[in-house]
């Protein structure tokens, strides 16, 4: 259980164009789930905390305007990344925690974004 | 906010020996303390947690271990394989509501056959 799956795994992009990534919970509904950034070799960085129903929280510095969020039922979370730029390549992780479930937070596999 | 230290940032064993990769945490509210395994490309993995009115928590050859006075816990990985080299990450949360996790730095582990 607790499964959570993220779309697309890799994608290449122009500069100045948007991007969209899915984030699904497939067999649990998650009120709550986390988008984060991660430069080579280093470890995840919290972007934004997404609540179903609700406007995201997003950490110090990052751009609400850029990295677009959008929560609008119990099993989908999307990010945006809008007028994308080569510094924005990264890799883009999300998960999820099932409240009632015991195996806490639970990743996507990751999107590899590349801005060319 | 939470702080979590790691180390070392690199380590490499030989295949059989045991590996142990140490993290800290500052803030003594946090009472959820999983562990992640992170291969080339992919999403992190919970290989094992610990909720802090525990002190050890085994699961075949992994291990974990929590000293809350001192804020620290430690993952213990015997008989490595070659295909235990990954990147581990260690993370801390106070796991109310929908608290975020807090991330160690990492540990790029090397099993060398």
């Known amino acids: 259980g607790a499964v959570v799956s993220q779309h697309p795994s890799r994608v290449i992009c122009k500069s100045g164009t948007s991007v969209k990534i899915e984030c699904r919970s497939l067999?649990?509904?998650?009120?709550?789930m986390f988008w984060y950034r991660q430069f080579p070799k280093q470890s995840l960085m919290l972007m934004a905390t997404s609540n179903e129903g609700s406007k995201a929280t997003y950490e110090q510095g990052v751009e609400k305007d850029k990295f677009l969020i959008n929560h609008a039922s119990l099993t989908l979370s999307t990010l945006t990344v809008t007028s994308a730029h080569p510094e924005d390549s990264s890799f883009y992780i999300c998960?999820?925690?099932?409240?009632?479930?015991?195996?806490?937070?639970?990743f996507g596999s990751g999107t590899r974004l590349t801005v060319v | 906010g939470e702080n979590v230290e790691q180390h070392p940032s690199t380590l490499s064993v030989q295949e059989g020996d045991s590996a142990v990769i140490k993290c800290t945490y500052s803030d003594s509210a946090s009472n959820y303390f999983p562990w992640y395994k992170q291969e080339l490309g992919k999403g992190p993995q919970l290989i094992i947690d610990i909720r802090s009115n525990v002190g050890e928590k085994k699961d075949q050859r992994i291990a974990v271990t929590l000293n809350k006075t001192a804020k620290h816990f430690s993952l213990h990985i015997t008989e490595t394989q070659p295909e235990d080299s990954a990147v581990y990450f260690c993370?801390?949360?106070?796991?109310?509501?929908?608290?975020?996790?807090?991330f160690g730095t990492g540990t790029r582990l090397t099993v060398i056959p």
């Open positions: 993370a801390a949360s106070e796991q109310t509501g929908a608290n975020n996790l807090f």
């Open positions: 067999d649990f509904q998650a009120t709550t």
């Open positions: 998960s999820a925690r099932d409240p009632a479930g015991a195996r806490g937070y639970t």
